[in-house]
């Protein structure tokens, strides 16, 4: 069980913590339906799997759906977000850690 608080980032996500070390962090991320995750990048690579709902991503020049099981990479420095269509939870994986999040 992760000791880590939830947060809200924003309108209809909660993010939360699960595991950590300074080479990999494991993060929950729930959306409500309509959510958004706002365009954004960071130094991490992140990789993302879909535990349950539905979402289209936006990578870079590209958009794609997400359902459950779906899993994919999100590379150093790329611009990203998504939009949640059915509620559900990502589970993202960041190497190195995000420190941001702690």
């Known amino acids: 069980m992760s000791n880590f608080p939830v947060v809200f980032p924003d309108t209809g996500v909660a993010r939360q913590v699960l595991a950590d ?33 539905r979402f289209t991503f936006f990578l870079g020049d590209e958009s794609f759906e997400v359902k459950p099981g779906d ?3 999100i590379p150093s420095n790329a611009k990203h977000g998504c939009e949640c269509h059915d509620a559900g939870r990502l589970i993202d994986c960041f190497t190195p850690r995000r420190d941001d999040f702690l």
């Open 21 to 53: 070390s300074p080479e990999l962090m494991v993060v929950s991320f729930r959306f409500e339906t309509g959510a958004k995750g706002a365009m954004h990048h960071h130094p991490h690579v992140q990789s993302t799997y879909c535990e349950s709902g």
């Open 71 to 73: 899993s994919f990479v």
